[in-house]
C-alpha cells in the first residue's frame, strides 16, 4: 500500500495529473493524506500552467529573434547612349541604399546592352564551301565602387552558307561572302556582393557612380573556311541598374511579437 502511494505521488509529482481517488479519506502512508495530495497536485498543476506560459513567452521570443527570411527589393536605374562604339568614361549616378527601409543584405549591379548599326563582312578564301557565322557588336563594360564589375557582349549576328573561293580574292562580294547588316543583339550581365564592408559602402544618403566604357567586338565561326573580315562598329545603347536586396520585420513576426507580448502581461497580471 506504500508503495503504490507513493508511486500515485511521485505519478503526480512529475506530471501532475488529477489521479482517482482510491478511498476519501484516507492515509495515503508518509504523511501525505488524500486532502493534501488534492492541494500538492493542485499546486503542481499551477505550476505547470506557469511553465507552459513560460515556455510559450520564450518560444514566441525565439521566433521573434529569429531574422526575417523575406527579402524585399528595391532598384535605381539609369540608361546610357545611344553612343557609337567605342567610348570611354561615360558615368551614371545611382542611388545608395535608403538605411530606413530595413537591413541590406545583397547589392548587384546589372548592365543591359544593345547593339545595332553595325556591319561586318567575310570573305571565303578557302577551297571548300562553308557555313559561317558573323557578328559586330560592342563589349561594353561597367564598373563601381567594391569592385562591382558586368561585361554585356551584345551582338548583330547572322549565318549563311558560302560557296568555296571562287574569285581568288578577298573582295566581300560574290556568292563565296557573307555580310551582316541591320538586326541587333542584346546582352546583360551582373555582379553583386554580401560583403559588410560592400553593404556599408552603399548604405546611406546620395549616389555613387557607375563608369562606363566600350569597345568593339567581332565574333566569327565557320566550318572550314577562311578569310578575311571587314567590321564596321555601329551603335549601342543601354541601361545600368543597382539592386538592393533587405530584409525587415514580417508581418507575422509582428503578430507573433503582439502575442508575446500578451503572455508577459497576462502572466504578471496572475502573479499580481
Ligand atoms: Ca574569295
Ligand atoms: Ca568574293
Excluded at 57 to 83: K, Q, W, Y
Excluded at 234 to 253: I, L
Amino acid at each position: 500500500m506504500i508503495c503504490k502511494n507513493r508511486l500515485l505521488a511521485g505519478i503526480v509529482a512529475l506530471f501532475g495529473y488529477d489521479i482517482i481517488d482510491p478511498q476519501p479519506g484516507s492515509s495515503y502512508g508518509n504523511g501525505v493524506t488524500h486532502q493534501s495530495l488534492k492541494t500538492v497536485t493542485r499546486r503542481l498543476k499551477m505550476r505547470n500552467m506557469r511553465n507552459i506560459t513560460t515556455f510559450v513567452v520564450v518560444l514566441l521570443a525565439l521566433v521573434v529573434a529569429v531574422p526575417a527570411a523575406s527579402a524585399d527589393i528595391i532598384s535605381n536605374s539609369a540608361t546610357f547612349g545611344p553612343r557609337e562604339v567605342a567610348f570611354s568614361g561615360l558615368t551614371r549616378d545611382l542611388q545608395k541604399f535608403d538605411p530606413t527601409l530595413g537591413v541590406l543584405e545583397k547589392v548587384t549591379l546589372t548592365l543591359n546592352a544593345s547593339a545595332y548599326a553595325g556591319t561586318i563582312s567575310w570573305d571565303n578564301e578557302a577551297t571548300i564551301a562553308s557555313d559561317v557565322d558573323l557578328g559586330i557588336g560592342a563589349e561594353l563594360t561597367a564598373t563601381s565602387m567594391a569592385n562591382l564589375v558586368v561585361v554585356a557582349l551584345p551582338l548583330q549576328e547572322g549565318s549563311a552558307s558560302v560557296a568555296a573561293d571562287n574569285d581568288g580574292a578577298a573582295d566581300f562580294i560574290g556568292t563565296d561572302a557573307f555580310a551582316v547588316t541591320g538586326g541587333s543583339g542584346s546582352d546583360s550581365d551582373f555582379d553583386e556582393t554580401i560583403l559588410p564592408a560592400d553593404l556599408l559602402a552603399f548604405t546611406g544618403p546620395g549616389t555613387f557612380q557607375v563608369e562606363i566604357s566600350s569597345q568593339a567586338n567581332t565574333y566569327l565561326a565557320s566550318n572550314g573556311g577562311f578569310g578575311p573580315i571587314d567590321p564596321v562598329p555601329g551603335m549601342t545603347d543601354g541601361s545600368v541598374m543597382v539592386t538592393y536586396e533587405y530584409s525587415t520585420p514580417e508581418p507575422t513576426t509582428m503578430v507573433l511579437l503582439a502575442v508575446g507580448g500578451m503572455g508577459v502581461l497576462a502572466r504578471k497580471r496572475r502573479k499580481a
